[in-house]
């Protein structure tokens, strides 16, 4: 039987030379975005900017954010697709807390 709905994690990196605006515009745009693909418990946690543990493109730091929702599983495979092909987004990974 197939799953109607399951918890996820998506934990991301943002570039934090993009400036604070464009941070939380990002911010915003991935939580929009989940409530719009009917994603419920959508909750946002920012870490702010940390150490990366190793350098990405040359930089040092990154702004991290973690989101937990709720949702079917078509829509995590859209918003790993969104996360790789939105300027600023440094890393990113999903992860179904329920398997």
């Given at each position: 039987?197939?799953?109607?709905?399951?918890?996820?994690?998506?934990?991301?990196?943002?570039?934090?030379?993009?400036?604070?605006?464009?941070?939380?515009a990002?911010?915003?745009?991935?939580?929009?975005?989940?409530?719009?693909?009917?994603?419920?418990?959508?909750?946002?946690?920012?870490?702010?900017?940390?150490?990366l543990?190793?350098?990405?493109?040359?930089?040092?730091?990154?702004?991290?954010?973690?989101?937990?929702?709720?949702?079917?599983?078509?829509?995590?495979?859209?918003?790993?697709?969104i996360?790789?092909?939105?300027?600023?987004?440094?890393?990113?990974?999903?992860?179904?807390?329920?398997?």
């Amino acid at each position: 039987m197939a799953k109607i709905s399951a918890n996820y994690e998506v934990v991301y990196i943002l570039d934090p030379a993009q400036g604070e605006e464009a941070i939380a515009a990002n911010v915003a745009k991935f939580q929009a975005l989940a409530e719009q693909h009917g994603c419920s418990d959508v909750v946002v946690d920012e870490w702010g900017k940390r150490r990366l543990a190793y350098a990405i493109d040359y930089k040092t730091e990154g702004y991290y954010v973690l989101m937990s929702f709720t949702s079917a599983p078509e829509f995590p495979k859209e918003l790993d697709r969104i996360l790789g092909i939105t300027e600023g987004v440094m890393r990113s990974m999903i992860v179904c807390k329920d398997e």
